[in-house]
Nanobody, 121 residues
């Protein structure tokens, strides 16, 4: 069974940077689409960026160039470089896997447990 483990979450001040990682294991093939989502209590889960196995990447509009997603297929690992972090970026960040190239949460079958990012002003 596929397992996803996120890491890299931390508490930082506004303007700081973090790099999140998501390691996938338990699958014989590299996942078709890996994506990052985030969610705050009481809010809907929102997609951040999706990366397919051949490298194409799709970003949500609100990213405004601050975040960069990438993946290492050999390691089955997804990354999210986050720069110029703001308090509004505070959330639990999740990675997920899908067979389709999408940023809709309902299209994703497997989810990690999440890693917390907290940005203070």
């Amino acid at each position: 069974q596929l397992q996803l483990v996120e890491s890299g979450g931390d508490s930082v001040q506004a303007g700081g940077s973090l790099r999140l990682s998501c390691a996938a294991s338990g699958s014989t093939t590299s996942p078709s689409c890996m994506a990052w989502f985030r969610q705050n209590a009481g809010k809907e889960r929102e997609g951040i960026a999706a990366v397919v196995s051949y490298g194409a990447t799709y970003y949500a509009d609100f990213m405004k160039g601050r975040f960069t997603a990438s993946r290492d297929n050999a390691k089955s690992t997804l990354y999210l470089q986050m720069n110029s972090l703001q308090p509004d970026d505070t959330a639990m960040y999740y990675c997920a896997v899908s067979r389709v190239f999408s940023l809709r949460p309902q299209d994703f079958d497997d989810w990690g447990q999440g890693t917390q990012v907290t940005v203070s002003s």
